[in-house]
């Protein structure tokens, strides 16, 4: 069943009372008293014991819990206030014993957030007093609470989180049977976590692209206190509407920590593709690598375009600086003070042209179909002939939490212009997934049913293929198990992979497994430069789509490396050219 997703000024509460039997549920409320004594010293009243005035959209869920309409009795409530700290690990597992209680709510008023490097956990920090006071309040291990939940999987929970931290601790959890609703606070310490890890705002739009819904999950978010006034601009307006209404702090919607919910591939594609983008281009500004980020702009966005200019002044103030520190005509601390200023600059335009931004990223991958006009007319036995002679290159990608973000946009992009411009859209499709979940992998062949399967990602020789598991870590996949899945799609679907692309560092050994199951496959003998993988690319598709043969593409791909010059990775590596490696099945 489907769940509306969008910014609420009260919760919408029919959809949980269709799912929830109340007279069986049990609701915890963990925080603070009918004062709530901030850090500063102001006070704010409560509209009940536990609930916080930011949550008010939430009271009127405890409220109805209460009343003899739904038919909660008092007793299934239960406020842990200057209680002892073990009180609510307690509560959890008394429910979680008790057959008779098959929905449980908990809310949780949270006042940090916390992790713990040597036991590779997190802490939510609860406060269970009357007052706020650091040393009263509960540290409360994710971890704990994730292995309490899994002992009922019947048991369907709902968590309220008031926090600031919402992002952090979504992560973290445990979601397979949880409904989660998260607020966050208003202080400058949360409006500094937000402004640089993005704030949290779903709309209208989402609910268009997650045709089928959420799967036993849906999150009610309210806004920031920050951005209240623009309250009446945002609430059921559309993904890019809000965009169009946005203040530079409010760059842009978070949708990563939700991510794992949504079971449209095509929703995932399009959300993630944003994602991407804007965070790929950021990260390489903080990375200093601002050349790269003006390269990706002059790519996406036309020189038609009043913005392309302002790219191209850009570029120039930026060669001047890095020419004047070359040849040492700038002192250090005026070279710093100016690029601090051209940095700053180039993230304000981005902010300002991020729906543009968007438009013709979009445009340019075929990420969003655009509405046609209705005709009378059906296609044409010809022209579905034409659709389905097509032949399919499937790229493949992934990002896993706590590796270096790879420039997939940019790559994909460059493979979907050579074809535009080699006008062979009627030989060819190319067909992108983005941010692929391992255990997906044999569902998106059986879709797509490629000729060519391009891969790029991270890899290493001895774990795999690193594509990532439901809460964004790594998952490794070796060349075997791809090898196996390639032959299915064979027995099965009586479809044959012609070649696979591992643009990938230390791919050799997996692409050398891969040529059993496949007639052409290539890897990579070490660590390549993305520069170096890129114009690999280029080559070998400017080959493949005037209908040549993998060999020639091939020798292409390696011509146009050695031809950019491009520095080794290591001075004990092997030339750049030298990396790719192309291996073919010689029983076919």
């Avoid at 623009?230 to 409010?250: A, H």
């Avoid at 044409?380 to 946009?409: C, V």
């Avoid at 992108?432 to 790029?456: M, Q, T």
């Avoid at 430069?529 to 080959?543: Q, V």
Wanted: charged share 30%; proline share 3%.
């Amino acid at each position: 069943m489907g769940f509306e997703l969008e910014i609420i000024e009260t919760v919408e509460l029919e959809p949980l009372q269709k799912k929830f039997d109340f007279r069986k549920t049990k609701a915890i409320i963990v925080g603070v008293g009918e004062e709530y004594s901030t850090r500063n010293g102001s006070k704010d009243d409560l509209l009940f014991p536990g609930l916080p005035e930011v949550l008010e959209e939430q009271a009127e869920l405890i409220k109805i819990l209460q009343s003899e309409d739904v038919g909660i009795l008092e007793k299934n409530i239960e406020v842990l206030i200057n209680e002892e700290k073990t009180a609510f690990i307690k509560a959890v597992q008394s429910t979680i014993n008790d057959n008779s209680i098959d929905s449980l709510i908990i809310y949780l008023q949270v006042v940090g957030f916390k992790k713990r490097k040597k036991e590779k956990s997190e802490d939510l920090i609860i406060n269970f007093k009357e007052t706020y006071n650091e040393e009263e309040s509960y540290s409360l291990n994710i971890r704990d609470l994730n292995k309490i939940l899994s002992l009922r999987t019947d048991l369907q929970v709902i968590i309220f989180l008031d926090c600031n931290f919402s992002g952090l601790a979504i992560n973290k959890l445990n979601l397979e049977n949880v409904i989660l609703i998260t607020s966050s606070g208003s202080n400058e310490r949360a409006y500094r976590f937000k402004k640089e890890k993005l704030t949290s705002i779903f709309t209208s739009e989402l609910v268009l692209l997650t045709k089928e819904g959420i799967e036993n999950r849906h999150a009610y978010l309210s806004l920031h206190d920050f951005f209240l006034e623009l309250r009446k601009k945002v609430i059921n307006k559309s993904y890019q509407e809000v965009k169009e209404v946005q203040e530079p702090r409010m760059r842009s919607a978070n949708i990563i920590p939700f991510y794992q919910f949504f079971k449209n591939n095509t929703t995932k594609n399009e959300i993630r593709r944003k994602d991407y983008t804007m965070a790929e281009l950021f990260g390489l500004i903080n990375e200093n690598k601002v050349r790269e980020v003006l390269n990706h702009l002059k790519i996406t966005i036309p020189d038609q375009e009043e913005s392309s200019k302002t790219i191209l002044n850009f570029e120039q103030w930026h060669s001047r600086l890095e020419t004047l520190k070359t040849f040492k005509k700038i002192e250090d601390k005026n070279f710093k003070f100016e690029y601090k200023i051209l940095i700053s600059s180039l993230k304000e335009f981005l902010n300002s042209n991020e729906s543009l931004l968007y438009t013709n990223i979009n445009e340019a991958a075929g990420s969003v179909e655009k509405p046609t006009e209705k005709t009378n007319e059906t296609p044409s036995i010809k022209d579905l002939e034409t659709e389905n002679s097509k032949k399919t290159i499937l790229f493949l990608s992934a990002a896993p939490d706590g590796l270096e973000t790879l420039r997939f946009g940019e790559e994909v992009n460059a493979i979907k212009d050579i074809l535009k411009s080699k006008r062979k859209e009627n030989s060819y499709r190319i067909e992108d997934e983005y941010a692929v979940i391992a255990e997906n992998l044999p569902e998106i062949l059986r879709e797509h049913k490629p000729f060519i399967l391009h891969i790029s990602l991270h890899s290493s020789q001895e774990k795999g293929l690193l594509f990532q598991n439901k809460v964004n870590k790594k998952h490794p996949v070796n060349g075997n198990i791809i090898a196996k899945i390639l032959k299915l799609l064979e027995d099965s679907k009586k479809h044959r992979v012609h070649c696979v692309l591992l643009n990938a560092c230390q791919s050799n050994g997996h692409a050398q497994v891969l040529k059993e199951a496949v007639d052409y496959a290539i890897g990579m003998e070490d660590d390549i430069p993305d520069r170096a993988a890129l114009a690999f690319t280029k080559g070998f598709y400017n080959i493949i789509f005037e209908d040549m043969d993998i060999a020639s593409a091939f020798a292409e791909g390696k011509l146009q490396i050695e031809l950019m010059g491009i520095p080794k990775i290591r001075e004990d590596a092997s030339p750049n050219h030298e990396l790719p490696h192309l291996f073919y099945n010689k029983t076919k």
